[in-house]
Antibody, heavy 121, light 111 residues
Framework: QVQLVESGGGVVQPGRSLRVSCTAS????????MHWVRQAPGKGLEWVAM????????YYADSVKGRFTISRDKSKNTLYLQMNSLRTEDTAVYFC??????????????WGRGTLVTVSS | QSALTQPASVSESPGQSITISCTGT?????????VSWYQQHPGKAPKLIIY???KRPSGVSNRFSGSKSGNTASLTISGLQTEDEANYYC???????????FGGGTRVTVL
């Protein structure tokens, strides 16, 4: 069925790195832009990054620019978020989410269940 | 502090209607029709319920409707049901500086 499944979360110390992944199934992954959205414990949603269907365009929230890198591998139907120089305020559930297709529409018609990243010493 | 302003909570009885406001600025809600709304039950992934401020995805109940006036978007839920108890988030495209902004979320309680 059509779904997104995140993985790779865990506990990491401040200043260290972590990569989370999102595997897509049930649709043509290489045809859609993809996003990462995060949610700190008990808080609201925060957009993190977006990558175009072919990986040629990437956009980031100011809060992660220069520290996080979004990428994708069409051969593996997988989206990635490489997170470097992690801070305690990066602690959150990280969701991957799919664009609806066509030109950038900047909304999310399919979400994964998320993976929890905890940054703590 | 979130970029878009929503009421923290709304409560109403089953069968009644509620409207949740989402106030932004001329840089986001007021300048683009790219407003979306998401329903999130505790511990679950968000679900798209409105896109492009007033369009409903296939499979979403017609009890959910969206509108926009100036810098404020609104979500109306009519005929409230217990399953509508959830958190609701508005979202808007904000141009090439901020890209995407969310509201802080509204907790809906069906009394």
């Amino acid at each position: 069925q059509v779904q997104l499944v995140e993985s790779g979360g865990g506990v990491v110390q401040p200043g260290r790195s972590l990569r989370v992944s999102c595997t897509a199934s049930g649709f043509t992954f290489s045809s859609y832009g993809m996003h990462w959205v995060r949610q700190a414990p008990g808080k609201g949603l925060e957009w993190v990054a977006m990558i175009s269907y072919d990986g040629s365009d990437k956009y980031y929230a100011d809060s992660v620019k220069g520290r996080f890198t979004i990428s994708r591998d069409k051969s593996k139907n997988t989206l990635y978020l490489q997170m470097n120089s992690l801070r305690t305020e990066d602690t959150a559930v990280y969701f991957c989410a799919k664009e609806p297709g066509g030109a950038y529409r900047w909304y999310f018609d399919l979400w994964g269940r998320g993976t929890l990243v905890t940054v703590s010493s | 502090q979130s970029a878009l302003t929503q009421p923290a909570s709304v409560s109403e009885s089953p069968g009644q209607s509620i409207t949740i406001s989402c106030t932004g600025t001329s840089s986001d809600v007021g300048n683009y029709n790219l407003v979306s709304w998401y329903q999130q039950h505790p511990g679950k992934a968000p679900k798209l319920i409105i896109y492009e401020f007033n369009k409903r995805p296939s499979g979403v109940s017609n009890r959910f409707s969206g509108s926009k006036s100036g810098n404020t978007a609104s979500l109306t839920i009519s005929g409230l049901q217990t399953e509508d108890e959830a958190n609701y988030y508005c979202c808007s495209y904000a141009g090439s500086s901020a890209f995407v902004v969310f509201g802080g979320g509204t907790r809906v309680t069906v009394l």
